[in-house]
Every structure is written in structure tokens, then in C-alpha cells.
């Protein structure tokens, strides 16, 4: 059994950055793991993914301004937002484990919130 649990979170303006962190508890050293997002009507999207050696992936919005990365020793799994947009308000969920882009374990979120 795999629990995740997202933090980091906030407000900030636009411009601005954050970071969050998952803490995953079970195993997940050689899993991929993710972030995805939601915002308020829209569907989960994509956000970056890093496979177990350390491969990552993005999505176009976020290419060159977010970095994806992961502490195996930790079980821990980050992402450095960089250069915030009112865009990318929404709920972001860590994900573990499974298919590229169709995971199987989900956390439960932390919202973001960018304004302008």
C-alpha cells in the first residue's frame, strides 16, 4: 500500500515561486512518480513526471519553468515552480507507480493559487 501526501502549497503573485513536496510512505524507489493538476472546471492535466533514474518529462506549459526532481533515500518527490502564471492556479496531486501518464497511486492534493 502506497500513501503520498502533498505539501507546500499557497498564494503567491505572479512571478512568484513555490515549491511542493510529496512524502510518499511504501515503496516507491523504482517507481515513476508525477505531479498533476486541476483547476477549478478543468480536468486533471499533466504536469512532470521522473522515472526511478532520475528521466523527466514536462508538459509544454511548464517546460524551462518547473523542475521535477526526487529524493529516493527520502521517499520524497519535489517540484521548484519557477516564474508562477495565474495559469498554473490549481490543485496539485503527487502520483506513484504504474504506466508513463497513468498512474496508480494518488495523494490528495495542495492548492496553488497564482494572482496577478
Known amino acids: 500500500q502506497v500513501q503520498l501526501v502533498e505539501s507546500g502549497g499557497g498564494s503567491v503573485q505572479a512571478g512568484g515561486s513555490l515549491k511542493l513536496s510529496c512524502a510518499a510512505f511504501g515503496y516507491v524507489r523504482h517507481c515513476r512518480m508525477g505531479w498533476y493538476r486541476q483547476a477549478p472546471g478543468k480536468e486533471r492535466e499533466f504536469v512532470s513526471s521522473?522515472?526511478?533514474?532520475?528521466?523527466?518529462d514536462y508538459s509544454d506549459s511548464v517546460q524551462g519553468r518547473f523542475t521535477i526532481s526526487r529524493d529516493n533515500a527520502q521517499s520524497m518527490l519535489y517540484l521548484q515552480m519557477y516564474s508562477l502564471k495565474t495559469d498554473d492556479t490549481a490543485v496539485y496531486y503527487c502520483?506513484?507507480?504504474?504506466?508513463?501518464?497513468?498512474?496508480?497511486?494518488w495523494g490528495q492534493g495542495t492548492q496553488v493559487t497564482v494572482s496577478s
Open positions: 502520483a506513484a507507480c504504474g504506466l508513463p501518464r497513468a498512474f496508480v497511486h
Open positions: 521522473i522515472s526511478s533514474d532520475d528521466t523527466t
